[in-house]
């Protein structure tokens, strides 16, 4: 387990194009971990993206990922290339149905130290509003760039 800074580009618009594009970026400290399964990201939701006090989990493996929340949101998504995932997404409000299917992944480097993934997804929110969601992730271990020049 080591301490690593991420970066996160998210980028979310309508299939149609009818809506503007949302993008947020956020750079926030988290764990990295291996396990038996591959590796693990964790870190914890800033207040201000909406979801209360949540933790994320990241697990990284050859050919999938998954991303867990837990706490005041309660989700688990699973991508894998070309495959479609229905499930809920539980929140203080209520379960709201969810179908995801994952139309990019991919990742540069994977080590506790540093590395990068690549995810492009489309989001069904109870068989109504269609977005796509574009998420790219950098990690490097927090003391890496220490006594950098910004």
Known sequence: MIPVTLKIRSLQSSLDGTSERDEISQTIDAMAYKTEDGLELRYDEAEEYGLGATQ???????????????????LEMFFSLDETCDLIYNTP???????????????????????????????????????????????????????ECP
């Open 93 to 147: 409000y209520g379960g709201f149905p969810l179908q995801i299917a994952t139309r990019e992944l991919s990742y540069g480097e994977r080590s506790l130290e540093e590395g990068s993934l690549h995810l492009v997804y489309e989001l069904q929110l109870g068989g109504n509003d269609q977005m796509k969601q574009c998420l790219n992730i950098q990690w490097f271990a927090t003391d890496q760039h220490k006594g």
């Open 56 to 74: 994320t989990i990241l697990l990284i493996r050859d050919d999938d990922l998954s991303m867990r929340r837990e706490g005041d949101q309660e």
